[in-house]
């Protein structure tokens, strides 16, 4: 195996170590520190967001709605905001809304729209008239002209009973009667002499005497009760006296104090009607205002008002306030509402009616309608986090039916749920006019767009960030601004060009890209924040490339546990990998683990085993339910590959079995199929594989191989396991020629790769990766259909015919005229 032993850093297909990592010269800059550049104001690379944003923002027509979708960290919610902020600065001030008793339906509330500013103005007015009537109504009917009128109705009522009573006792007195007055009532008496006559005297007149007086009582007493017939009649009549002269003084003092609201507000059509009926409301129910005592007037703190507490306490009074639901440019607040729920219930988006304790019972009116955040962005834009919206039971659809309605109306999440039903509040619905913004990932909003069909018709606009840009000198230069904007914004030090520099090379790491940069703008604000404290730990003025470069290292330190014990695991030879010498059907894989946002290559064995059979290609990690689909349908391929490319005139007659070694998790993706591949070209051939070269890939049936991903977290996962080993120039990667245009790797491993330790390789195709990993020939099929001798291919055809002549050979028939 002399073949093996070629100086593998001449080899061609050995990739130079600057093309391991796109650089960004600092000298391409014209600052010394980003203290020098003015703030970089715009997005970018989000053309295609922004157009989407624009068209959801401005147009005013139904189901226009957006979801903003796209992968954290790229600054999806802030951008927003600010954009739709600027958008929402420009618009008319939507108009305020308040709730208001309905006199003639206590439980229906009515609402009514008020332009942008006049709620607060209206709700301060009608508190100031019940101020005004509580002081001055008492004061009216506690005055001497009230009091003198009052007395006078009474009197004339009076006059009149005393009259007909009068008449009536001249009528007895004529006939020597007399009508007396009793604790009990009225009751009449003989009299003689012009006294009442004694029961003595009276029981001494004769019979025929006796029975005159009592014809003459019984005639009298006759009367008498139609008088007392007459009595309530005359209490009525005096109260009606009194109850009309009360309304007169009533509509006077009420009239005169509602005259000052009506002409403020007399542009307002809907709301005059209901100052006319709290008008006459107010007259209807003057008494409730000669109940306030001195009392409570004595109770007033500084800065309330007398109807505050009135109204507060008595619930008759309650009906006459106004309850402000939303109020506009209360503050000098110019253009449209923007609004941010964190907390999407129900209760949050659509508003609630709270209830009060009193007298052990709860009650509620009109006052407790609180408002939701549909109704505090109306007429303007409610931004809500999709994910947190649907965790929220019922919240979904409750916003579902608010946008096809047009309208928001009030409903207690209970009253979904309850198999009862209680009585309420049915407030007026309010017309709807936000424009809702959702923000989620790409998942997210296709899984509603595949499952919701509402969900189509009711955000029809998709603002779709992207994750990365491409890297230009003109996107550069922008990032250097946008890095200066950051550090000013977040009161960070100055960059110099050199960290500006290495900060935009890791821009390029995180997107996977030489070609591009990722756009992850909160990702980059906090190694911008860290790279500034590691530059005030180093005392320094500006932050330096070292301070990234610090920082860069901390966070791979704080985030590498698992990756090191893991390491270690290989290291005590726990888990048996071998990066040294060569071995049949064996090789070296890598794989990708993601934990809590951090990412790291881990090498694993593969090995191939291989026998006569009847063509199948076992795949272990798929029999014991551990491969998932891609894993498997990377065997089929290569198991396609095999019988489609040798011994092509024979049945393949292969048994082999695939395994990762000592793997006890779940294996799937198919970036190991080209790896699986060679070892089983290599136990076919029986040649061994250098296990100092580790490999990913995946392949398809025509033998390319195809570009994976993760390939730098692989490469440098394989080197930490070789370096501490010690490296000694046979170490390396091979990756699929596609991949190299991804290639964004350490510093330290180029170093390694710069002095000749460590190699790269690309191939793009099965042939060039087993030459490389065997140092043989694959060899290509001649004009007479056979590979050259002692090539790989001839080797492992010459197997797969072997295969098939043992087969064949067992297959004999056991009698005459039968055939295999």
């Not at 109705?153 to 009259?163: F, K, T």
Request: negative net charge; hydrophobic residues 40%.
């Amino acid at each position: 195996m002399a073949e093996l032993e070629h100086d593998l850093g001449k080899h061609p297909r050995r990739l130079a170590p600057a093309r391991l990592r796109k650089r960004c010269d600092p000298k391409t800059f014209a600052f010394k520190t980003t203290a020098e550049l003015r703030p970089f104001d715009g997005l970018i690379g989000q053309g295609r967001a922004l157009e989407a944003l624009d068209l959801g923002a401005r147009i005013d027509k139904p189901g226009f709605n957006l979801f903003v979708l796209g992968e954290r960290g790229t600054s999806r919610h802030g951008t927003v905001r600010g954009l739709i902020e600027k958008y929402a600065a420009a618009m008319t001030p939507p108009p305020d809304w308040i709730y208001v008793a309905n006199f003639a339906q206590s439980d229906r509330p009515r609402a009514i729209a008020l332009p942008a500013g006049r709620a607060v103005r209206f709700k301060a007015a009608m508190d100031h008239v019940i101020d005004e009537l509580l002081s001055l109504i008492p004061a009216i009917f506690d005055s001497e002209e009230y009091q003198t009128r009052r007395r006078t109705a009474i009197e004339d009522v009076n006059e009149q009973q005393e009259q007909a009573f009068e008449a009536l006792s001249k009528n007895a007195r004529a006939q020597n009667i007399a009508l007396l007055r009793t604790p009990v009532g009225f009751t009449f008496a003989p009299v003689a002499e012009g006294k009442v006559m004694k029961p003595e005297a009276f029981n001494a007149l004769s019979e025929d005497e006796r029975k005159q007086i009592a014809e003459k009582m019984e005639a009298l007493q006759a009367e008498l009760t139609v008088l007392m017939e007459r009595m309530p009649g005359w209490e009525r009549e005096r109260r009606q006296r009194v109850r009309e002269l009360d309304r007169e003084y009533a509509r006077l003092a009420v009239t005169d104090v509602m005259r000052d609201i009506a002409r403020d507000f007399a542009d307002l059509p809907e709301l005059q009607s209901h100052i006319q009926e709290t008008t006459q409301e107010l007259i209807r129910h003057a008494a409730f205002f000669r109940l306030a005592t001195a009392a409570k007037r004595e109770e007033v703190m500084p800065g309330v008002s007398v109807a505050d507490i009135v109204m507060e306490d008595d619930p008759r009074f309650r009906r006459f306030r106004v309850n402000v639901l939303v109020a506009n440019g209360i503050k000098g607040d110019k253009g449209a509402p923007v609004v941010v729920e964190d907390n999407p219930s129900i209760a949050n988006l659509v508003g609630r009616i709270e209830q009060q304790a009193q007298m052990g019972a709860l009650f509620t009116d009109f006052t407790l309608i609180r408002a939701g955040s549909l109704h505090t962005a109306n007429g303007g834009f409610l931004l809500i986090d999709a994910r947190r919206l649907l965790l929220e039971p019922f919240a979904w659809e409750m916003l579902k039916r608010s946008l096809r309605a047009r309208n928001v109306s009030i409903e207690s999440p209970m009253d979904r749920a309850s198999i009862m039903s209680t009585r309420t509040l049915n407030p007026d619905p309010i017309p709807l006019a936000t424009k809702v913004v959702l923000f989620g990932d790409r998942q997210l909003y296709h899984l509603l767009f595949a499952l919701d069909p509402d969900f189509s018709e009711l955000f029809k606009v998709a603002v779709d960030f992207e994750d990365t840009v491409s890297w230009t000198d003109a996107v550069t230069a922008d990032y250097a601004k946008l890095i200066g904007s950051i550090a000013q914004h977040e009161k960070l030090r100055p960059l110099t060009a050199e960290a500006v520099a290495r900060t935009i090379e890791e821009l390029g790491r995180q997107a996977e890209d030489a070609a591009r940069l990722s756009l992850h703008i909160g990702t980059l604000a906090d190694r911008l924040r860290e790279a500034d404290f590691r530059a005030a730990e180093a005392r320094h003025e500006v932050i330096e490339v070292a301070d990234v470069e610090a920082a860069i290292a901390a966070i791979e330190r704080r985030h590498e546990r698992v990756r090191v014990r893991m390491q270690e695991m290989v290291e005590r030879d726990i888990v048996l990998i071998d990066t040294k010498d060569a071995k049949v059907g064996q090789i070296n894989g890598l794989s990708v683990l993601s934990l809590g946002g951090y990412s790291f290559g881990k090498p694993s064995r593969i090995t191939a085993r291989v026998r006569v059979g009847t063509g199948q290609v076992i795949d272990i990690e798929r029999e014991v339910e551990l491969g998932g689909p891609f894993h498997s349908k990377g065997v089929l391929i290569l198991s396609s590959f095999l019988s489609s490319r040798y011994a092509l005139d024979r049945p393949t007659s292969l048994q082999a079995s695939l395994v990762f070694e000592q793997s006890y998790g779940g294996v799937d993706g198919d970036s190991a199929s080209s790896t699986e591949l060679y070892a089983l070209l290599s136990a076919l051939a029986d040649i061994p594989i250098r296990q100092s070269i580790a490999v990913t890939g995946s392949v398809n049936q025509r033998g390319e191989v195809q570009a994976i991903g993760g390939v730098n977290e692989k490469i440098e996962g394989f080197y930490a396991l070789c370096r501490a080993r010690g490296l000694d120039g046979t170490h390396g990667v091979m990756i699929p020629k596609a991949n190299e245009q991804h290639l964004m790797l350490r510093p330290d491993v180029i170093a390694a790769v710069e002095d000749g330790k460590f190699h790269i390789f690309s191939v793009a195709t099965i042939d060039e990766g087993i030459e490389l990993l065997t140092g043989l020939a694959a060899g290509e099929r001649q004009s007479d259909g056979n590979y050259p001798n002692g090539t790989i291919n001839r080797r492992v055809e010459d197997r797969l015919i072997a295969f098939a002549d043992a087969r064949r050979k067992f297959g004999l028939p056991v009698r005459e005229g039968t055939h295999a």
